[in-house]
């Protein structure tokens, strides 16, 4: 049974960064495509980062601040969020699935972890 579980969240000066976490079970991260996406309120879920063959893909909106990485051997997935602005407030998913060729988004990966709010204020 595939599980995620997100971590790492928190309140954020403007310019911060925070590191989350994705703890994986029930699966081998080099067998999936692993994303991050968002969610701020009132507003639609978005990609993030995503990574499954080859170099990481970002969203154009936090290219350059957001690196994406995975620990295989401890199966969990990182998301280091540097220089954050206050819209990058929402609530950060991980999100895997089996089919390594798809498209970073929503409806290209099947298992979702619960979520972590990350807000960004001063």
């Known amino acids: 049974q595939v599980q995620l579980v997100e971590s790492g969240g928190g309140l954020v000066q403007p310019g911060g960064s925070l590191r989350l976490s994705c703890a994986a079970s029930?699966?081998?991260?080099?067998?999936?495509?692993i994303g991050w996406f968002r969610q701020a309120p009132g507003k639609e879920r978005e990609e993030v980062s995503c990574?499954?063959?080859?170099?990481?893909y970002y969203a154009d909106s936090v290219k350059g601040r957001f690196t994406f990485s995975r620990d295989n051997p401890t199966n969990t997935v990182y998301l280091q969020m540097n220089s954050l602005k206050p819209e990058d407030t929402a609530v950060y998913y991980c999100?895997?699935?089996?089919?390594?060729?798809?498209?970073?988004?929503?409806?290209?990966?099947?298992?979702w972890g619960q979520g972590t709010q990350v807000t960004v204020s001063s």
């Open positions: 029930g699966f081998a991260l080099d067998d999936y495509a």
């Open positions: 990574s499954s063959l080859g170099n990481p």
């Open positions: 999100a895997a699935d089996p089919y390594l060729w798809g498209s970073c988004t929503v409806n290209g990966f099947g298992s």
